[in-house]
């Protein structure tokens, strides 16, 4: 069943297609970025993160770009397979003293045969 | 598999009553986080342990609490249920605090809770 809310931006992908997932963080004290993958019925799993003082990070087939200009964040996946179809969060954290995310509200990918 | 393990998988129970959601850290991670997703609000901290005390707060209602044992598990309390409290509430953990070179949270299965 639906893990995650229904009115979720959508982005539709074809396999093989790169994905670009975007998202905006509110806080410019936010040093510390990352970005969580959710599956149907099962809870966020990491994929990656960056700290502010980094522009660009490499996983594998996955890209996290940071603009801290516009407090923006992109998600890119070389190579979209059926098995990344899922809910993607971009999460930030402030340096606080505990070390507490704040979620983004998620996007989800759909990726066509 | 994170390594978190969160029980039980599911409950269903009625409005008034009280619940106690358990967590069980990876193994070496001090710090437990609790969240709760529900289909209009995304993902909400609700509250963080470190190694046995309080750490931060965030939107954790008031007949919400938690803690977090010597052998560093967890558990959140929910009293005087409501509807609206039927949500998903994730467990996750991290070996430390904010400034670790390296603070992931690891997320657990969740625990999904419905209130009738």
């Known amino acids: 069943g639906e893990s995650v809310g229904l009115h979720l931006p959508t982005l539709s992908v074809q396999e093989g297609d790169n994905s670009i997932i975007n998202c905006a963080y509110s806080?410019?004290?936010?040093?510390?970025f990352i970005w969580y993958k959710q599956e149907s019925g099962k809870g966020p799993q990491f994929i990656i993160d960056i700290r502010s003082n980094m522009d660009k990070r490499q996983g594998q087939r996955v890209t996290v770009l940071l603009n801290k200009t516009v407090k923006h964040l992109s998600l890119q996946i070389a190579a979209t397979q059926p098995g990344d179809s899922a809910v993607y969060f971009c999460?930030?954290?402030?340096?606080?003293?505990?070390?507490?995310?704040?979620f983004g509200g998620g996007t989800r990918l759909m990726v066509k045969p | 598999d994170s390594g978190v393990t969160q029980t039980p998988k599911h409950l269903i129970t009625a409005t008034g009553q009280r619940v106690t959601l358990r967590c069980s850290p990876r193994?070496?991670?001090?710090?437990v986080y609790w969240y709760q997703q529900s289909l209009d609000q995304g993902l909400q901290f609700l509250i963080q342990y470190y190694n046995g005390e309080e750490r931060a707060k965030g939107n954790i209602l008031e007949r919400f609490s938690a803690q977090q044992f010597p052998d560093l598990h967890s558990e959140l309390n929910l009293s005087s249920l409501e509807l609206g409290d039927s949500a998903l509430y994730f467990c996750?953990?991290?070996?430390?605090?904010?400034?670790?070179?390296?603070?992931?949270?690891?997320f657990g299965a969740g625990t999904r809770l419905s209130v009738l």
């Open positions: 999460a930030e954290n402030t340096g606080n003293a505990g070390n507490m995310l704040t």
């Open positions: 193994s070496g991670d001090l710090s």
């Open positions: 806080n410019s004290a936010s040093d510390y």
């Open positions: 996750a953990s991290s070996v430390g605090l904010a400034g670790a070179l390296k603070n992931i949270q690891y």
